[in-house]
């Protein structure tokens, strides 16, 4: 067996067997550029020319990629669908599931779906599926506050094709389609403004800390919170406009907030004097929203829709001589009305 000698400064040398050269590389002592001498050399050559065998089983790691110019974005956590929105005044949105795709929505609000789609009413939205009892009755707590029903029904495409089913709204109005993961993964509605939504997207409750907003802001203490990255739909009576605040604050009817991005301040204030709060016709209070974010506003509430038809239906004592008929109930037995 072979010893070989190597160089370690300009004076000072040391030796191992053939069978330590390979650690000696390895660990960096050897380089290719180390004199080395073993018996039968005529004098000193580098170590990468006479050794070039151990130079050349070592494999060269290939450099990693760049990184990306972002952050590395997370898995998404909600299914994704694809949607149309059909109609102008009374809306339906019609859903395409792929197969294994699941949407939910409140119990109620389906209008109609295709084979290979099964549902199934269930306590909670499914977001959590590990939450285990109590965080089924945690959920079922919120859906009691909010005054919706105790269970959301799951639509899931159990074919292996595309398959469509479609939502109608509630009243006159349109149908906004939310894309959470646009809007920072949360927004704040009106508790019964949400229509359906992608499985995944959590839908629980959001508290008005002010007692002002609470007493006076037209949506009450509760509001509905909807979490997740995937798309959700809210709907919302009239025309529904939507407002970006950049810092400003903007004062609007407290009935006509729809829904807001997290990053706005709801508060109240009062509808000017005391005679434009007893004569104006706007109500005593205005809702002032503030911040940076988005909102959403309804041009047509579905209470003051409501009020409308019940101080004019005849059955409530309203009157019936707007249709242009002097004669009031004896017209209506002639009419057919």
């Given amino acids: 067996m072979k010893t070989w000698h190597y160089t370690i400064t300009p004076t000072q040398r040391e030796s191992a067997n053939e069978t330590e050269l390979p650690n000696l590389v390895t660990g960096g002592i050897l380089q290719p ?17 006479a050794l070039a065998h151990l130079f050349a089983s070592r494999a060269v790691s290939a450099a990693p990629p760049p990184l990306p110019a972002g952050p590395l974005a997370p898995a998404k956590r909600s299914h994704e669908i694809d949607f149309e929105i059909h109609g102008d005044d009374l809306q339906m949105v019609e859903i395409e599931l792929d197969p294994g795709e699941t949407v939910i929505a409140e119990a109620g609000g389906m209008c109609y779906l295709e084979e290979d789609i099964e549902f199934e009413s269930r306590m ?5 599926p590990g939450g285990g009892f109590f965080g ?44 959470l993961a646009k809007l920072g993964g949360e927004i704040i509605c009106e508790k019964d403004s949400f229509l359906c939504a992608a499985l995944g997207t959590s839908v629980g409750i959001a508290f008005n800390k002010k007692i ?6 037209g949506e009450g203490f509760i509001l509905q ?12 009576g009239g025309t529904i406009i939507r407002r970006d605040l950049k810092g400003e604050t903007l004062r609007v009817d407290t009935g006509c907030l729809v829904a807001m991005t997290a990053g706005v301040q709801y508060d109240i204030q009062r509808a000017g004097n005391l005679k434009s709060m007893i004569f104006g016709g706007e109500g005593l ?6 911040g940076h974010g988005t909102v959403w506003l309804q041009s047509l509430p579905f209470s003051r829709l409501a009020d409308r038809i019940l101080a004019n239906a005849p059955s409530a004592g309203g009157s019936a001589t707007g249709e242009g008929s002097m004669l009031g109930g004896i017209g209506r037995m002639f009419d057919g009305d």
């Fill in 33 to 49: 550029s180390t004199l080395v001498w073993t018996d039968g050399m005529a004098a000193w050559e580098p170590a990468g020319q």
């Fill in 212 to 217: 002002g907003v609470g007493l006076f802001g």
């Fill in 285 to 290: 209070f205005l809702a002032t929203l503030r």
């Fill in 136 to 179: 089924a009755l945690k959920n079922i707590g919120k859906r009691v506050l909010t005054g919706e029903s105790l269970f959301m029904t799951h639509f899931t495409n159990r074919g292996s094709q595309k398959r469509k089913l479609a939502f109608a709204a509630p009243y006159p109005g349109k149908i906004v389609p939310l894309d």
């Fill in 124 to 128: 909670g939205d499914g977001s959590a």
């Fill in 225 to 236: 919170r909807l979490q997740g990255d995937g798309l959700a739909f809210v709907h919302a």
